[in-house]
């Protein structure tokens, strides 16, 4: 069963504008990973934000994680046509040995 | 490094028929996963190996179903038989001793 559950399911935005997705989850945690899906394409690891952090940055990429609401966001700054795919959250209960993938939110980017 | 390998890329055989996917990790890596994706179940963990031993197949769905890691560049997932509702896309994916997973680009299955 999935145990990341992501929100919204679809979004689109344009060029441009930030993107907010969020990522709710059941039980305690390791860390909490985010992942990127081109259409067609294999998941591409984006960022990992472990349990006792609450923020992380990567280029455009910002990370959030509640521990207490059992929840985190992906935040894109500035976002581009590029940007244009699935992300997915995956929760992280094993040292990295075994992820559970939320059901991704689809995000298009209108140029 | 090229990555993890995935072949075939597409699969299309009919109902009854043996299927097997292949997967060759990125090499160094001692962890090798297998996934499904539909729609309709989202990404799921099938089964997983450390040093080329099966550590966790709570995720294969029914016996029609086997994985093999034979060595560390190679593993195999075997359908047999094949029925319509495994027609999913089929993702490996490989990682050392950190936390990240890399995937490989995917089989993408239909059994008709």
């Known amino acids: 069963s999935q145990q990341g559950e992501e929100d919204p399911q679809a979004l689109s935005i344009q060029e441009g504008e930030n993107a907010t997705m969020n990522c709710s989850y059941k039980t305690s945690i390791n860390n909490l990973q985010w992942y990127r899906q081109n259409s067609g394409r294999g998941l591409v690891h984006l960022i990992l934000i472990r349990s006792n952090e609450r923020e992380k940055h990567s280029g455009r990429l910002r990370v959030t994680l509640d521990t207490s609401k059992k929840s985190s966001s992906l935040l894109i700054t500035a976002s581009r046509a590029a940007d244009t795919a699935s992300y997915f959250c995956?929760?992280?209960?094993?040292?990295?040995?075994?992820?559970?993938f939320g059901g991704g939110t689809r995000l298009m980017v209108k140029p | 490094d090229a990555g993890v390998i995935q072949s075939p890329r597409h699969e299309v055989t009919e109902m009854g028929q043996e299927v097997t996917l292949r997967c060759k990790p990125i090499?160094?890596?001692?962890?090798l996963f297998w996934y499904r994706q539909t729609m309709m179940r989202g990404l799921e963990l099938l089964i997983y190996?450390?040093?080329?031993?099966?550590?966790?197949d709570s995720g294969m769905p029914e016996d029609r179903f086997s994985a093999k890691m034979p060595n560390a560049s190679f593993s195999t997932l075997k359908i047999q038989p094949s029925e319509p509702r495994d027609s999913a896309v089929y993702f490996c994916?490989?990682?050392?001793?950190?936390?990240?997973?890399?995937f490989g680009p995917g089989t993408r299955l239909l059994v008709l």
């Open positions: 090499s160094g890596h001692d962890y």
């Open positions: 994916a490989s990682k050392a001793s950190g936390a990240t997973q890399y």
């Open positions: 995956a929760t992280d209960h094993n040292a990295g040995n075994m992820l559970t």
């Open positions: 190996f450390n040093n080329n031993v099966p550590i966790d």
